[in-house]
């Protein structure tokens, strides 16, 4: 009898061969298929290219086959904590296509629905929409962007049965459903193999139509890319001022009964001070919604609320979905705020939030699509940089992340606005900073129309 069950991941990924393009999925360390990628570190298969969102770390998930030289070519959308993944892409060792995240997830997803291409708006006015199609909709540009297959999709799942059908754990779901549904051949790796029957069908997040291979796991680590914990904040409040600052003053724009999504680095910190009552319901990209404040390390680390029920029940109302649906709330303006860090703001309301040509190079994760798409986009940053240079500029120097998107800025000194026809308009000023002071730190003119009040924060 025909059957999809293999024994292990060596029986299960005989015919990967070296040149194979492969969807792998995850967000972070979160649903890589671990043993996947050992038995590919394994064979000691060569000029791979990887579908991945992310690349893992140095020394695990994708990481390991990136130490190993056996992957050509990666196509992503955010180098996350890999360092080694940087520095293969800025010595141009390694072939790197960055893709907005949500553009990724709907890539693939476009791939499994026979969907050839489809228009987004993210990208439009940055190097991503470089010899691309644009067209106007309604009086918004859009660009084209071509579907996204592969010759393997190699998945992790919660349980699994004889046939297939899976179950994914917490935001362990992320790319895992549609990179399966756009692999020719999709070989799924499971922490629980169960017979047929054991699966309520109601229960199921991806039919088995989509697998066609599948086995049981053994030896999963579930590491943790990154966790911040209490005691971490209570650092950065200590050791930071001028964050805290900004954080409680952006803890001001939002309302209750808001659904908000919060950036990494100071936007972060901003659920910390959302008053106690308020009905918040925070948004993150790896597919969860949940009224906030969530347990500080599971915000500033998504990845880790795989771990399990335990974690979820901590967050009330929450509500858990694929990277496909957590970008199709984004593109469809369901957020009514969206609060994100910046390297450089422009006086029309560009923004510069993820690449310094040759220096660094993070990814644009999901930021692209949020300021392309969201109505209320607010930057959380330092007024000036290390070297002292100012971040609010007349025009970007650094490569775009959105155009004219950004309404406002809250920074260490000051919160400004961009307004309609361009240009800085002063609105609040930080305890104890004078205008002169700020005005010396804005590259950009300052306009200043009334008396300017300092920052409503304790």
């Known amino acids: 009898m025909n059957t999809k069950v293999f024994k292990d991941a060596q029986t299960a990924l005989f015919d990967v061969s070296s040149g194979a393009r492969i969807m792998l999925g995850g967000f972070g360390l979160a649903g890589i298929p ?32 990136l130490k190993n030289k056996q992957i050509k070519c990666m196509i992503s959308s955010f180098i996350g904590e890999n360092e080694l993944f940087e520095e293969q892409l800025l010595s141009g060792e390694l072939e790197v296509k960055l893709v ?11 791939a499994g629905a026979g969907i050839p291409a489809f228009f987004t708006p993210a990208g439009v006015g940055t190097e991503v929409a470089e010899g691309k199609e644009i067209r106007v909709f309604q009086g918004k540009e859009y660009l084209l962007e071509e579907a996204l297959s592969a010759d393997f999709a190699l998945v992790k799942a919660w349980k699994g049965d004889l046939e297939g059908n899976l179950v994914f754990h917490g935001t362990a779901r992320n790319f895992n459903p549609m990179m399966a549904q756009a692999g020719k051949i999709t070989i799924a790796e499971v922490e629980e193999l169960l017979p047929l029957g054991a699966l309520d069908p109601d229960e199921v997040h ?16 579930k590491r943790i890319e990154h966790r911040t914990t209490d005691k971490d904040l209570a650092q950065i409040a200590v050791y930071d001022a001028q964050k805290e600052i900004i954080a409680k003053r952006l803890a001001l724009e939002i309302k209750d009964g808001d659904y908000v999504n919060l950036g990494i680095g100071i ?5 910390n001070h959302i008053p106690a009552g308020m009905r918040v319901i925070l948004q993150s990209e790896n597919g969860l919604l949940g009224i906030g404040p969530f347990p500080p390390e599971d915000l500033v680390d998504p990845e880790v609320i795989n771990a399990g029920k335990q ?39 560009d923004l510069a939030n993820w690449k310094i040509p040759g220096k660094q190079v993070k990814g644009m994760g999901g930021a692209m699509d949020l300021v392309a798409s969201a109505p209320n986009i607010i930057v959380a ?17 650094l490569p775009l992340t959105g155009k004219s998107c950004v309404r ?37 003119e300052l306009i200043i129309r009334g008396e300017i009040k300092e920052m409503p924060i304790n």
Not at 100 to 110: D, S
Not at 208 to 216: A, D, L, S
Not at 381 to 396: A, E, I, R, V
């Open 381 to 397: 940053m330092l007024h000036q940089n290390k070297d002292g240079k100012s971040k609010l500029l007349k025009t970007c120097d």
């Open 100 to 110: 907005p995240q949500g553009t990724l997830a709907e890539r693939i997803r476009a």
């Open 408 to 444: 406002r800025v809250v920074t260490d000194l000051a919160v400004i606005d961009i307004l309609p026809e361009g240009g800085f308009l002063l609105v609040e000023r930080a305890p104890g900073v004078s205008i002169e002071k700020i005005k010396a730190a804005t590259a950009a």
């Open 267 to 271: 936007p972060t910190m901003v659920a």
């Open 34 to 65: 671990e043993n996947s990628i050992a038995e590919l570190s394994r064979k000691g298969v060569k000029d791979l290219t990887c579908i991945s969102n992310e690349a893992g770390v140095d020394d695990f998930g994708l990481g390991i086959l």
């Open 311 to 349: 974690t979820i029940s901590m967050i009330p109302g929450a509500s858990l979905f694929s990277s496909v649906d957590s970008f199709a709330m984004i593109r469809g303006a369901h957020i009514d705020v969206t609060i994100l860090g910046g390297m450089e703001v422009s006086e029309k309301g």
């Open 206 to 221: 991806l039919p088995g139509i989509y697998v066609n291979r599948i086995f049981q796991g053994k030896d999963y680590q």
